[in-house]
C-alpha cells in the first residue's frame, strides 16, 4: 500500500503562487505514475497534471499550461506542484494520486490522497 499526503495548500491572492507536495510513505513511488486532481465545489475532479516515473513525460491540462509545473524527487518520494499565477478558477481541494499502469486517466489511478485546499482570492 501506498499512502499520500499532501501539503503546501492554502489561502493566496490571485497572481501569487503556491507549491504543493505529495510525500509517499508505507511503499515509494518507485515505477509509479503520479497526478494531481482538482475538485473546487460543485464540480467534478478534474485532471491537473501527470508525471510519469522517470520524470520526462509530464502531461497539463490546458487551463494550468505555462502555469503549473510538475516534478519529482524519487529519492525522497516526494512529487511537487508548484503553482504559478493563480487565478480563482484555480480555488479547489487538490488530490495527488498515483498508479502503476503508466496512465493519465483518473479511472487508473489506485492510490489517493486526502487532498488539501487552496484557495485564490480576487
Known amino acids: 500500500q501506498v499512502q499520500l499526503v499532501e501539503s503546501g495548500g492554502g489561502l493566496v491572492q490571485a497572481g501569487g503562487s503556491l507549491r504543493l507536495s505529495c510525500a509517499a510513505s508505507g511503499r515509494t513511488f518507485s515505477g509509479m505514475t503520479v497526478g494531481w486532481f482538482r475538485q473546487a465545489p460543485g464540480k467534478e475532479r478534474e485532471f491537473v497534471a501527470a508525471i510519469a516515473w522517470g520524470g520526462a513525460n509530464t502531461y497539463y491540462a490546458d487551463s494550468v499550461k505555462g502555469r503549473f509545473t510538475i516534478s519529482r524527487d524519487n529519492a525522497k518520494n516526494t512529487v511537487y506542484l508548484p503553482m504559478n499565477s493563480l487565478k480563482p478558477e484555480d480555488t479547489a481541494v487538490y488530490y495527488c494520486?498515483?498508479?502503476?499502469?503508466?496512465?493519465?486517466?483518473?479511472?487508473?489511478?489506485?492510490?489517493w490522497g486526502q487532498g488539501t485546499q487552496v484557495t485564490v482570492s480576487s
Open positions: 494520486a498515483a498508479n502503476n499502469r503508466g496512465s493519465v486517466y483518473m479511472s487508473d489511478y489506485n492510490y
